[in-house]
């Protein structure tokens, strides 16, 4: 069910959001990577900045032989060393810490969940949390449907409060599975318990990307075919597979990155207005955008693997030298595509995506290229030299927008490119939070705006995964063809040459 | 300069200048250096003490609000003197990065009629850009050159902490604000130090089963610091604001005083006994002697009518802290510590400089407390 607002009188006129209400996260994979590095530092942030409710409480579920207290001092170390906040406060940690329990028990085991609902209804009864609860499955994906069934036996999933489950990525590894898994979850919880989580969409520039449009009424007139040559969307990252190699194998880059990410960055600058901001009208319109894009075929895309060469000046590996991954592996660490969306607004207009790893420098960004003025009057330049205005969206590393446009040189009768900027952490002198804080917060007060939902998951992977059955059957690819340390194959290059185009140099 | 040589256009010019100057400066490492102006800040101070914590706070302020500042130190004085200086404000960033720099005016008067520095003041201001005016200290409605520009500024910022006389000059900003009626917008930094007790407050009721008791309170205790001369206007605010939110009404004969302790009395609807009904609400404001902190220390909601319930924000022992206490006959107390930082000049500044209009909330408590404070002045 999702919660109707209360009505609180005082809230009016208070500066920040009004908090959830007392509910107990229950983390299954809690001696993981993801509740370390992310999950529990996020809610102590929140806690720190007032975010959370008194009651508030933790439950980490996994199946090592621990205690209580030896896992809230494992947190600890993992807050200090992952906090942006810096190292824990003692004070305000050892209230935190006082909501925090371990419940020891494998996945598959039935007494588990039998022992794990007692504990729910006695923190209930103590901290006053009504029956209020997530659940968060940071586990391998494999372990998906036996906690949900598990959650479902043991009449976990409803409650005499709200219930809600926050599912990781990767969401299915083709459409097939992704129907499969949506089918399990929802045998057992309703699509609005469920929150499927998209961490690029925490992301306060992802967000401002809606405010930017829609907040200001210069841009949506000249967001269209006839003002806009095309776009780009780039996610580039510098790392490699790191220890994840096993699993990447499995996966690639488009599994990995494009079918969330990217697909998300797209919806967001492709949708048409929603009606209002709620999670349903955003997400209807974000699926809509999904619907129109024309099917893609092997021949709109190019793939890639880095081979040896360097990072940051070190010399780095090959991807099919990294730990777990297969001498001979076909995997594709890159992928650049061409889209087009057939609907008024974009027909025509034609999308470049790219991602990859062990490129030169880590950044995101969303390129608007405008068309270039028609004709050109001042003789001294050819038309041809003018750089056509562009508009960027920089989600990472240095957050803002800005705009180029050509501008007169002083004194001189050339004509040169200059860029406006808008810095958003300059502009505001404040550090964004992480997105996880945001996420786990939406998820606690019921709103599902920035979570990704059941059809649109199964539209991106319908649009995905015919590409993954053809490469699949298609010939062996020449892999690596990049080197490490490289902006991806010279075949990417190549494929945007092909349309008189180029990818940006970032 | 002396006064004959102050010149609007030699002012300007130097402005000109110093970006100039920033924009090829050597240590500016190539880097570009960015004039981003959000907003006129007009300062008025009375004397050089409170001019070098308005200079103090400047960095923070351009940091978030880059502004072109006009700084008046208007001290008194037979003799006029008049001096003004120029000055950019770089905030600074990680080398590679952008700098962001504000502008600053100080114009130094003694003695100086208000008129001659409006005059002064008003051709400085940029354009088109909101025009705030920070008026610090003790009694900043009577100062002629307060008087002189609030009616040409969006917002008029004063500080009930620093009031001389507490009681009476906040039933003045009270009755300020109502004639104003947005024009300018107003905002006090007394007020805005509130906000984590609010929010504090607020999250109690944030708890669905916790809502009900929110419309039973009855007795209601706050704690502040007694200070030199105890300053009731946090506290008063409070009250004032819950009783806005609460459609409490004052009784006519509202308020006590019993040695330190004031007592208020107010009617609130009465729950489940017919649209008419009332009960009465009693407010104790108690000066507490305590080292180190100022404001509020305790307060504490009582419900006593039907189920019994008390919800207590206090500050613990180590400064920086509060515990937050629920506490429902039947039920485990449910406590909790946060966060309630002292926050610093710059910080209050900084959040009243992002409302854009006439903040309501603060209207209204301010209306209900100006008029507690009314009573409470009467011989
Ligand atoms: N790490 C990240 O930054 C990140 C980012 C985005 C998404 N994700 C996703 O988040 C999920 C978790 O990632 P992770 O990196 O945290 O994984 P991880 O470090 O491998 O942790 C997996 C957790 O699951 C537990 N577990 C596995 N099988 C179990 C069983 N049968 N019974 C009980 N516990 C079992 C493990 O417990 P033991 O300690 O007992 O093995 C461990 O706590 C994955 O779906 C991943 O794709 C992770």
Request: aromatic share 8%.
């Amino acid at each position: 069910m999702a919660t109707p607002v209360l009505d609180n009188p005082l809230r009016a006129g208070l500066r920040i959001g009004r908090t959830p209400e007392p509910c107990t996260m229950v983390i299954f994979g809690a001696s993981g990577d993801l509740t370390s590095r992310k999950l529990v530092p996020a809610l102590y942030n929140l806690a720190r900045e007032r975010r959370l409710p008194g009651g508030f409480s933790v439950v980490g579920f996994a199946r090592r032989d621990w205690t209580d207290d030896y896992f809230r001092d494992l947190l600890r170390e993992a807050v200090n060393a992952n906090s942006r906040s810096g190292p824990v406060d003692p004070e305000l940690w050892a209230s935190f810490a006082q909501g925090i329990q371990y419940h020891r028990g494998s996945f598959d085991e039935a007494d588990a969940y039998t022992s794990l609902a007692e504990r729910l209804a006695a923190i209930d009864a103590e901290r006053g949390t009504g029956g209020n609860r997530v659940f968060y499955l940071a586990t391998p994906p494999e372990a998906y449907p036996t906690i949900i069934a598990q959650l479902g036996a043991h009449g976990l999933a409803h409650s005499n409060g709200w219930t809600r489950i926050i599912i990781e990525k990767p969401f299915g590894h083709d459409l097939a599975s992704a129907q499969a898994l949506n089918a399990e979850v929802l045998s057992v919880f309703r699509e609005d318990q469920v929150y499927r989580i998209d961490h690029y969409l925490g992301k306060e520039t992802v967000q401002n990307i809606l405010i930017f449009r829609f907040a200001n009424g210069i841009f949506e007139p000249i967001w269209n075919r006839s003002q806009i040559d095309h776009i780009q969307i780039t996610v580039a990252e510098t790392i490699g597979v790191e220890d994840r190699g096993g699993y990447y194998d499995t996966s690639g880059a488009l599994r990995d990155m494009i079918q969330n990410h990217l697909m998300q960055l797209l919806c967001l600058v492709a949708m048409e207005p929603p009606a209002l901001y709620d999670a349903d009208a955003v997400r209807d319109e974000k699926v809509k955008v999904l619907r129109a894009v024309r099917p893609l075929s092997v021949s709109d895309t190019v793939r890639g693997q880095y081979g040896p060469g360097s990072a940051s000046g070190r010399p780095v590996r090959g991807y099919r030298e990294e730990k777990g991954v297969s001498p001979t592996s076909q995997t594709e660490t890159y992928v650049a595509l061409k889209l087009f969306i057939d609907n008024w607004r974009w027909a025509g207009v034609p999308f470049y995506l790219r991602s990859g790893k062990r490129l030169p420098r880590r950044v995101s960004e969303i390129a608007i290229q405008f068309k270039a003025a028609p004709t050109m009057i001042f003789a001294d330049t050819p038309l041809n030299d003018l750089d056509p205005n562009v508009l960027a969206i920089k989600i990472q590393p240095d957050e803002g927008i800005s705009l180029k446009f050509s501008s007169k040189t002083p004194g001189q009768p050339q004509i040169r490119p200059v860029t406006m900027d808008f810095r958003y952490g300059a502009s505001f002198g404040v550090t964004s939070p992480e997105a996880y804080e945001r996420l786990l917060l939406d998820c606690m007060l019921g709103d599902g705006t920035l979570f990704t939902r059941r059809d649109e998951v199964e539209a991106s992977w319908a649009l995905l995964t015919p590409i993954l059955q053809a490469w699949a059957e298609g010939p062996p690819q020449p892999f690596p063809n990049y080197e490490a340390g490289s902006w991806g194959p010279a075949a990417a290059d190549e494929f945007i040459a092909r349309d008189g185009r180029s990818w940006r140099r970032l | 300069m002396s006064e004959a040589a102050i010149d609007i256009n030699a002012i300007e010019r130097e402005l000109r200048q110093m970006w100039q100057e920033q924009a090829t400066h050597p240590e500016a490492g190539g880097q570009a250096v960015i004039r981003a102006l959000t907003l006129n800040l007009i300062v008025r101070v009375p004397d050089d003490a409170w001019a070098e914590q308005v200079l103090a706070v400047a960095p923070a302020l351009t940091a978030q609000h880059p502004n072109r500042t006009v700084l008046v130190i208007d001290r008194p004085g037979s003799a006029t003197e008049l001096q003004a200086n120029v000055q950019a404000l770089c905030t600074l960033t990680n080398a590679g990065r952008t700098q962001v720099c504000g502008e600053q005016v100080t114009i130094s008067a003694r003695g100086a009629p208000a008129g001659q520095l409006a005059s002064l003041i008003l051709p400085l201001l940029v354009p088109d850009l909101p025009v705030v005016l920070w008026a610090p200290g003790p009694q900043p409605f009577a100062q002629p050159l307060v008087q002189r520009l609030y009616r040409l500024c969006d917002r008029l910022i004063v500080d009930s902490t620093t009031f001389a006389d507490p009681v009476r000059e906040l039933a003045e900003l009270a009755a300020f604000e109502q004639t104003a009626n947005g024009a300018p917008a107003v905002s006090d930094l007394g007020w805005a130090r509130l906000t984590p007790w609010r929010e504090l407050t607020a999250q109690f009721f944030d708890t669905r089963p916790f809502l009900p008791h929110l419309h039973r309170i009855d007795e209601i205790v706050i704690e502040y610091v007694a200070g030199t001369h105890p300053n009731p206007v946090a506290a008063l605010l409070f009250v004032g604001w819950l009783a806005s939110c609460l459609k409490w009404t004052p009784l006519a004969d509202a308020v006590g005083i019993e040695g330190e302790t004031i007592q208020l009395y107010l009617r609130r609807p009465a729950v489940g006994v017919g649209p008419a009904a009332i009960r009465l609400v009693k407010v104790e404001l108690r000066p507490v002697a305590l080292a180190g902190v100022e404001g509020l220390v305790r307060l504490a909601l009582r419900a006593v009518d039907n189920q019994q319930a008390e919800f207590v924000v206090e500050l613990t022992g180590d400064s920086g802290y509060a515990c937050t206490r629920a506490t429902i006959a039947g039920a485990n107390p449910i406590e909790r510590t946060a966060t309630i930082d002292h926050p610093a000049l710059a910080d209050l500044l900084n959040s009243e400089l992002r409302l854009l209009s006439r903040d309501r909330t603060f209207a209204a408590a301010l209306h209900l407390a100006g008029g507690l404070a009314q009573r409470l002045a009467l011989p």
